[in-house]
Structures are given as C-alpha cells and as structure tokens.
C-alpha cells in the first residue's frame, strides 16, 4: 500500500507524515525524557507511552456515563421550568433573576457542579464537556426566548425591518434616510432575506426568537479550536469555553449584524492562529534540546492525536482564502468588527507571530474599501463625532457606563454585578498571565495576550455610541477566558489535599462568577421583553397608520419598525437634542403638538416597555412619564387610536 | 455502493438544487426552511472544505460553516447592490457555485 502511494504522489510527499514523526517527535520526546527535571520512571513511561502503538483502549472514557446521566436529569430540570408559572409581567429591575423559580436556579447549580466534577478529569471525554456546555448555552439564552415568546430586545425588531426592507424591494436603498448604516452595510441583513425569502416565511420575526441561543452556540466551535492552539490541556480548554460563557454579559447576541460578524471573526482569528501563526525559531531549537524546563509541550495537538509544530503546518492558498472570504463577510456586514480583525492581524505581525503579512495587507484593504466605496457617506455622517473622540480612551471609557447616580436602586446593584464580573474575570486573566509569562508557555501564549491587547486600541478612536468598552471587552473575552482559565483550571498534581482545596476554591469562584453572569445578563430583561401583546398592538398600528406616518415615542424601547420601516418616519422625543427634550418634560402637550402638527399623520405611543427604559435608566424623575401620559389623555387635542396590551396611542385630533 | 459514494461526493450540490426546487415549487414551509438553512450554511462550504486539507473533524466542520455563511452572505450582498435579490436566485448561484466546485473536485480525482 505504501509503495502505491510513493508511486502515485510521488517520493517526495510520500509518508511525510511518518518521516515527520520519526525525525521531529520522537527525538524530543526522547530530550524531554533525558532533561534532569523528569524522573527516570516518568521518563521511560512517557517515552514507550509515544512510541507504543496507539490503542483505541485509551479513547475509553471510564464512567462517563454517569456524566450523560447527571446531564440528562440536570436538562430535565431545566425543562420542568417551563411547566411553571412564571410570572413574567412581576419582573422587577433585577429582571428574569426575580421570577425565575428555584427549580431553574437548581439546575443552573447542578450544572456547575458536574461541569466542575468532570472538567478535573484530564480524561473526561470531549464529548461530555461539550454536552455541559451546550446545557449551559441553552439554560442562559434559549429561556428568555421559550418564556417570552417574542423576540427580545427593540433593535431586534429594527433589524427585522431592514431584513423585510430587503425582501420586499430584492435589494438596499442607500439614499435611505432612517438606518442608514445597514443599508451601507448590508451583508447580515441580506443573508436573513435569503432565510426569510427562501424559506417562504412572512417576516424574519418568525426565528428571530432563537437567535441568543444559535449566535452563541456558532461560537463554540471556534472557540474550542482558538484555545486548542495554546493548549492541549482539555482541563484548561474547556474550563476557558466555560468562562468565556460565563463572562458573556453584554448582550451582544442578539438578532445583530454584530452578533454575526464576531461569529465570523472568532472563525478567521481560529483559522489565522492555527495556519498562519509562527513560534520564532531560535525558541523552537532551545525547546528541542531541553534547554528550558518546560511544563508542556510546545506543540499543537489535533483531536485525532497528530502532533504537528505550527510551524510545520502548510499555508495552503485554500486557507488565505478563507480568511479572504470571511474578512470580505464581515466587513460587508458591521462597521466595526473588521477594524478589530485588522488590528489582531496587525499585533500579530508586529510581534512577529503573523506568517503572513499579505494577509494584514490584504484584510485591510478589503475594510477599509468597503469603507471608502459603500460606507463614505455613512463615514462623512458620523466623522465630526469620531473626530471628536478619537484619542480620548479615558472619555469614551467612562461614556460607556451608566449613570449611577440616577439609575434604580436594583439597576445600582445589577451594575455592580456587572463590574466585578469584568473585573474578576480581567483578575484573574492577569494573574493567568503573569504565570504564563514567567513560564516556557510564554512563547506559544504570547499572540494570546497580544490579541487581548489589539481590541483596547479601539478605545482610542472612538466612544462608539458610547458602547466601545463593552465591545473592547467582547472582542478580548476569549484570551482573557484562556489566562483565567490558566489559572482557576483544576489540576491533578500535588496532594490530595491540596487538589481538593484548588477544586473547592475552583468552584467557589465559578459559582459567584454564575450568579455574577446571571444578574448582570438577565439583569436588563425589564427593558429586553416585548411582550406579545405589544408586539401586536405595534402589528395593529401599522395596519392603521398610512404611509409617510411619523411615529413618536420617547426613548426607542419598543417594538416598532420591524416591517414597511420605510414607509414611516420615527422620533424619539427623549434621545434627540436636550431642547426638544426639556420642551416635552416641561410642557409635554403643546411640545409633542408642536412636534407632531408637521405630518400629515403622526402617531404618540406610550408603552410600558418604553416606561420601563426610563425608570431603570432614570431618564425621567419618576413618575413624569406616567404624568405626561395623563396629561396627554386628558388634552381635547389628542384623540385614543389605539388601547391595546398596554400600549396607549394617540394623534392630533385636528391634523392640518 | 459505487451509486452511494457518488451520491455522497455530490450532495452539497444535491442539497442546494433540491433547496432551489422547493422554493421555486413553493413546498410547505418547514421542508423549505430546512433545505434553505442547508443549502446556505453548508453546502458551499461541504463543497469546497476538501480543498482545505484538514484532517481534523472539528476544523472542517468550522471551515464548512464558515465558508459557506461567507460566501452565502457576499452572494446576497451582490444581489442587493444589483436589487435582484431573492431567496430563489441566491440559492440558485450557491447551487451553481456548489455544483462547480463538486465538479472540479471530481475532475481533479
């Protein structure tokens, strides 16, 4: 059989792989063996256990079933949630964390323990882990989805209506004047019209409920493979995936062209770390001859148990395309992801670590074309605010967090949450390393710490609508999870007692990090839950309200423009300029008369997804929402248009 | 046996023509939805992933996704700009695209 295949490939690709590890890694197995800091016993075992012959005995994954088991009764748990009663219109300003009832917090308790319990086992079978995870996933992002019944979150429902936009009219309108950002970059929207078109459904609301639950999972798998690059210690992967998921607070999962393109992102950096990243040389030849008393292997272990140097892996043109294709994917579909991914590739080939450096060249060229070609006006829109920011980190840092001072007392407590979490996560990553660093690890691990690093630059070109640090954060999240990880990760060595310890204190630190995750994601679901009898009361009015309507409201939260979003025009009376706000605060009828009389059909809604903003974010002094309300109710010069699930609107009774 | 393995090496061209299909035949929506998720978050990608020379499971399976979402998201962005988008004439480039690469896969063995 060999000889058929020298024959047919020729001599020289002919059992490279054999040739490969007859000549590479035996001898270093055989240098580690021989390095004073093994003993001779662990040496001999190390050196028959490579060059025995691999038997599948060693795949068996003993007592795992048990596993299986306690996962199954743990998702059953979780499933009997949904034979209660929750109670989700007594949510208070903790969100879901206030009507969850306590079988589903059992669960979520049951799930850390054995995730904590298998994950200790080096030998703990993938599979397994991967089981844990994706309970895990589904527990936190598919339950608002299931209780709900409707898409979470308002600018779900504005990317709807860009997606039925697209499916109406077969294409995008860039002279648009509402949303005109997704029009310029229309990637996302124009794959959900693919889905929604091609499937034959009447909008891509009919989906968009499970879209948490699937951008997450999306992410898992390039996940698993960015963090197999650094380590082949399964304990550590999967501990790193288990914190990544927990340290995912912000919420950038939902139905988003942002949420699609950090899919696609995490997918090129995977596939840049593990075809294009270089270990240098000079550190390689000193790790062959045992100069350094390593702790792991510097190498890349596959799933199917090849070892392989990074070094030694082909770049194919095949793999530069695919980055080619997912860079030009991501930079037709969100503005910022594909500065991110040109700054990764960019820390990477300033340390050195990039094989490449077309490829930099290449990805930059296709964002910043993308740019210059589709996306110059949206640019010359928004470039005095850019201007304005860039080179202020410190003033677009502290623009991202809400005001505490005026926030509600939970939402006060609900932001601590959110803080430590960060700032415990962040913790340990720098403990994680400072480790690593002061290790032989620091070689394979160091483009880790510099793609924790290239995300910050984005905090000096701008505050991003006052998000930026919460992106930064994001796009970081994965190598901080690997450096906490490092460090929180179980260990087998040591004493028995000492192994007992690390578990407890493990586990202790990954429960307060669950609980963390849960005010701080499920904290904001008063304002993210549209409930579906305002969905279809918004249903109702566009089925009343004619074309070329405005309509007015007064912060944005609410389910609105998720279909002929370009029919009408919208307004929000509290997130516009500071006059028109004080004018409606202060005088709130003839105001909204004054801002309503200009149409020729103008609808004000007031909804308790919209009172619901206000009061946690303190937008208003409590109870003047509901006082302009009333005193809207009580003018002769509104007339009610519609009453329905909560949601009151209203037009001007004599129209011009 | 020979039937089956030609079945296989072609089905991501297989699957993204029966997705044309039934969305051209108007099928019930679940079947279509099915096929239309498949024929647009796997098949170009299945069809191309050989050229990728990996042999580790877990990385095809994220290529596939990967490329095939990719190259799903820029045919309909080409169709937008051209304001010709449907779901019947996305899917039916993303089959003639499967189709060509199934076929120079087959040309190269």
Not at chain 1, 240 to 245: D, E, I, K, S
Not at chain 1, 624 to 652: C, H, K, M, N
Request: glycine share 6%; net charge positive; aromatic share 12%.
């Amino acid at each position: 059989m060999k000889a058929v295949v020298a024959r047919l490939v020729g001599r020289d690709r002919a059992l490279v792989t054999e040739r490969s590890y007859l000549r590479g890694v035996i001898p270093r197995r055989v240098v580690q063996c021989l390095t004073p800091t093994r003993r001779a016993g662990g040496g001999l075992t190390t050196a028959t256990a490579t060059l025995a012959p691999r038997s599948r005995r060693a795949t068996v994954r003993p007592g795992s079933w048990r596993g299986w088991l306690g996962l199954a009764v743990i998702a059953a748990l979780w499933g009997s949630t949904f034979a209660w009663t929750v109670r989700l219109d007594r949510m208070t300003d903790f969100g879901l964390v206030s009507v969850m009832p306590v079988v589903y917090w059992v669960a979520v308790g049951l799930l850390t323990v054995s995730f904590w319990w298998w994950v200790r086992w080096r030998r703990a079978g993938p599979a397994l882990l991967a089981g844990h995870v994706v309970t895990l996933i589904a527990i936190m992002h598919a339950t608002p989805g299931i209780l709900y019944g409707t898409t979470r979150y308002s600018w779900s429902y504005k990317h709807v209506g860009i997606v039925d936009y697209i499916v109406t009219h077969h294409g995008v309108d860039r002279a648009m004047p509402n949303l005109t950002a997704y029009q310029d970059w229309p990637g996302f929207f124009g794959l959900n019209a693919l889905f929604a078109s091609g499937s034959g459904t009447a909008s891509a609301l009919s989906y968009t409920v499970w879209a948490p639950f699937v951008n997450e999972l999306l992410l898992l798998a390039p996940l698993v493979l960015i963090l197999r690059t650094f380590t082949a210690n399964r304990t550590v992967v999967w501990t790193a995936v288990w914190l990544f998921y927990l340290g995912n607070w912000i919420g950038q999962d939902y139905f988003s062209p942002q949420a699609f393109a950090y899919v696609l992102y995490i997918t090129a950096v995977a596939v840049v770390l593990r075809w294009f990243l270089r270990l240098p040389p000079a550190a390689r030849t000193r790790w062959a001859y045992g100069q350094f008393r390593l702790r792991e292997p510097a190498v890349l272990v596959t799933s199917g148990g090849a070892i392989v140097e990074p070094t030694a892996r082909p770049r194919t043109p095949a793999m530069y395309a695919v980055v080619v294709v997912v860079a030009t994917a991501i930079a037709v579909s969100h503005q910022l992801t594909p500065f991110m991914l040109v700054a990764a590739l960019g820390g990477l080939l300033v340390t050195r670590r990039l094989r490449s450096w077309s490829l930099f060249v290449v990805v930059t060229a296709i964002s910043v074309g993308w740019v210059l070609i589709w996306g110059l006006p949206f640019l010359h829109q928004q470039l005095p605010a850019v201007l304005q920011t860039l080179g202020h980190p410190f003033d677009n840092t502290s623009a991202s967090f809400i005001n505490l001072s005026v926030a509600s007392r939970d939402q006060v407590v609900v932001a601590y949450f959110d803080r430590a979490l960060t700032a415990a996560l962040c913790g340990l990553a720098l403990i994680g390393a400072w480790y690593a660093w002061r290790s032989a690890r620091w070689r394979r691990w160091q483009p880790a710490a510099c793609l924790t690093v290239t995300p910050v630059l984005a905090l000096f070109a701008s505050s991003y609508g006052t998000e930026v640090v919460f992106r930064v954060f994001l796009f970081e999240l994965p190598f901080v999870a690997l450096f906490a990880a490092s460090v929180l990760a179980p260990r087998p060595t040591g004493t028995r007692r000492r192994r007992i310890i690390r578990w407890v204190v493990g586990l202790g630190v990954v429960s307060a990090l669950t609980v963390s995750f849960f005010f701080s994601y499920y904290g904001k679901e008063r304002v993210n839950y549209m409930p579906a009898a305002e969905v279809s009361a918004m249903e109702r009015l566009y089925s009343l309200a004619p074309p070329r309507s405005l309509m007015i409201e007064a912060t944005d939260n609410t389910p609105w423009a998720f279909t002929h979003y370009a029919d009408y025009q919208y307004l929000r009376y509290l997130s516009g300029t500071a006059d028109v706000a004080k004018a409606v605060t202060t005088h709130p009828v003839s105001a909204l008369v004054h801002l309503m009389e200009g149409y020729p059909h103008a609808y004000l809604i007031f909804s308790p997804t919209d009172a619901a903003q206000i009061e946690m974010t303190g937008a208003l002094a409590p109870g003047q929402y509901q006082a302009i309300e009333r005193d809207v109710r009580s003018s002769p010069q509104f007339e009610t248009v519609l009453s329905q699930g909560g949601v009151f609107v209203v037009t001007l009774r004599f129209t011009p | 046996m020979r039937v089956m393995a030609g079945v296989r090496r072609n089905l991501p061209a297989l699957v993204a023509w029966a997705a044309v299909a039934v969305v051209a035949f108007q099928f019930p929506t679940p079947v279509r939805a099915v096929l239309v998720v498949v024929a647009s978050a796997w098949a170009p990608g299945a069809a191309l992933v050989w050229l990728l020379e990996s042999a580790d499971r877990l990385e095809r399976a994220v290529l596939t996704v990967a490329v095939s979402l990719g190259v799903a998201t820029l045919v309909a962005v080409v169709l937008s700009l051209f304001h010709v988008m449907t779901g019947l004439h996305a899917l039916a480039v993303l089959a003639v695209l499967s189709t060509v690469a199934v076929t120079f896969r087959e040309l190269r063995v």
